[in-house]
């Protein structure tokens, strides 16, 4: 039986034309598109199995998709298999051919051969773009979306005019480091995905949860269910599959209530992650909602990263020195460098710059600065014949993972040729183990160079006395919250915590200082304890670069 040739060709036009736009294998459009050419080449139907072939005896685990079904229930069709290899994939087509009496010739079995060859080409141009869907649309260790399917589905539910029906909280698991570091990585992150997947079982199919990056993630839901997602955002225990042991586990969460003034996907995100932040900063609470106020803060945080780099080269930037005190003699031993900023005559508050400065690096610049006019103050006073103390100089947490770092303290030092012993080095405990890591590769590189060292707000964070246990510190600095309770008397747990940690501190034999003195009590009882040291508003609080140098 000859092929009529044009009806061919127009049938093969027609199917890649309507098959070119289909990204699914088992599209209903294929058997549509499929169904001139069939009818063409006496195909009753086709269909598909994929293997894997690395393993044969996986074979019978295949799926198989109905590409086309033109027979009829009661026709007994024959069929030709056609087998093609996608490297460690198996693609057998099988072809039944229509119950009319009639064998297939070999121009048509040609034309079935070409068939198969162009499904097989849109079988491997559909697994191409599968794989290419989960790099860029999925967290490959987790197995979960990211953040671009986020913003992919985000710009959908707002195409569809339908984005105000949602809530989106931006969420950070809370001292998952702690986790990793109790049960290991790899059980930290089984724990992860069960807290994950707990989340996902209160989801529908337009809602969606997505992993930032590390422990940071971003859940899409409808408002109606706020209660539920902030119920478990203050924690589940997680099942760790060691007998009698589990894993709580609870995050800091921004939310934002989506409203008419989203105008792009990322307004979603960006107004959570302004929440989030507020509530990771703060002292109070783990859970922060989106308003105006956030807005006016967010739109300050703008300004000041953009004023940040023509205030730097202008020198807004300040150092303060506040005294810190030995309370056997009451004389001044030292001093802490603070940093103040004058912008148009104005004083902006630390409080207002240094977080926005921290999560954008700039804090970075900002440390160095300070690091290099303390040292130009201190050859000047060394020039001038002055009494000279040891000043304590702030580093953020942010230079760690900067394997030039200690190196750039050492250059900064030494080319205004100061001697290392008046510098100290005030650093903020971490949590995570990379940053742990390097934070005792730099204490013990400056404590080879001569260089004092400090560990600043100790007793705040959760691997203090690890700190202390396995870093070689000079001096411990204990946080003034061990020194402050609501109410006037210190209460006795915070008297036991100040007094063992001063004595655990002297024993490893390192020095005490304690922050945030203010009155004659507290004086009192630091020296009961055996801490001499001391810095606060009680003896002075930061003063300008030209009093200090009164005092010395």
Not at 114 to 135: E, S
Not at 209 to 214: A, W
Not at 253 to 278: F, I
């Amino acid at each position: 039986m000859m092929v009529d040739a044009k009806n061919y060709a127009d049938a093969m036009d027609q199917f890649h034309i309507r098959i070119a736009n289909v990204c699914e294998l088992d599209s209903p459009e294929i058997a549509s598109a499929l169904d001139a050419v069939c009818k063409v080449l006496r195909v009753a139907k086709i269909d598909m199995r994929c293997y894997d072939a690395i393993s044969l005896a996986k074979r019978k685990n295949g799926r198989c998709i109905l590409l086309y079904n033109g027979a009829k229930p009661d026709e007994s069709a024959v069929f030709i298999k056609r087998e093609s290899t996608d490297r460690g994939n198996v693609v057998i087509y099988s072809f039944y051919k229509t119950d009319d009496g009639m064998e297939w010739e070999e121009e048509e079995l040609d034309k079935i051969k070409v068939l198969q060859t162009c499904l097989f080409a849109y079988n491997a141009r559909v697994r191409l773009a599968q794989i290419a869907d989960q790099f860029t649309f999925h967290d490959t260790q987790l197995g979960m979306y990211n953040l671009n399917f986020f913003m992919k589905h985000a710009g959908m539910l707002l195409a569809e005019g339908v984005v105000e029906q949602y809530g989106v909280c931006y969420f950070n698991l809370k001292h998952f480091s702690v986790v990793n570091q109790r049960f290991g990585r790899d059980k930290g992150t089984r724990i992860m995905v069960e807290y994950i997947e707990q989340l996902e079982e209160l989801l529908e199919d337009t809602e969606l949860v997505c992993r930032i990056g590390g422990d940071n993630f971003i859940v899409l839901f409808r408002k109606e269910k706020l209660d539920l997602i902030i119920r478990h955002m203050k924690g589940l225990e997680i099942d760790t599959e060691d007998e009698g042991e589990s894993a709580f586990v609870s995050a800091v969460s921004g939310y934002y209530m989506a409203d008419k003034t989203v105008h792009y996907p990322s307004d979603l995100m960006d107004r959570a992650n302004v929440a989030m932040n507020v509530a990771k900063n703060s002292k109070t609470t783990d859970r922060v909602f989106y308003d105006d106020a956030l807005l006016a803060l967010s739109n300050e945080r703008k300004q000041i990263e953009t004023l940040f780099p023509d205030a730097i080269r202008n020198e807004e930037f300040k150092v303060y020195y506040q005294p810190k005190v030995f309370m056997k003699d009451y004389k001044l031993k030292g001093a802490e460098a603070l940093c103040r900023w004058y912008h148009e005559g104005e004083v902006v508050a630390p409080d207002k710059f240094i977080p926005v400065l921290e999560q954008s690096k700039d804090i970075c610049d900002l440390d160095f600065y300070m690091l290099d006019h303390v040292c130009a103050d201190i050859r000047r006073w060394l020039d001038e014949g002055r009494r000279v103390v040891k000043v304590s100089v702030n580093l953020s947490r942010c230079h760690l993972g900067n394997s030039h770092l200690l190196q750039n303290i050492l250059d900064t030092i030494d080319r205004y040729n100061v001697p290392h012993e008046y510098i100290e080095i005030e650093l903020t405990e971490t949590t995570t183990d990379v940053s742990f890591n390097d934070l005792k590769d730099m204490v013990n590189g400056l404590r080879e160079h001569g260089i004092s060292t400090s560990v600043d707000d100790f007793g705040v964070g959760y691997s203090s006395f690890n700190l202390i246990r396995e870093i070689p510190w000079n001096v411990i600095k204990i946080d003034k919250s061990f020194l402050h309770d609501e109410g006037d008397e210190l209460s006795g747990k915070n008297r036991a915590m100040l007094k063992y940690v001063i004595a655990i501190a002297q024993e490893m034999g390192m020095v005490t200082i304690c922050e945030g003195v203010e009155t004659i009590e507290q004086i009192r009882l630091l020296k009961e304890y055996g801490c001499f040291m001391a810095q606060g508003f009680y003896f002075d609080r930061p003063m300008p670069r030209e009093q200090f140098e009164e005092k010395l």
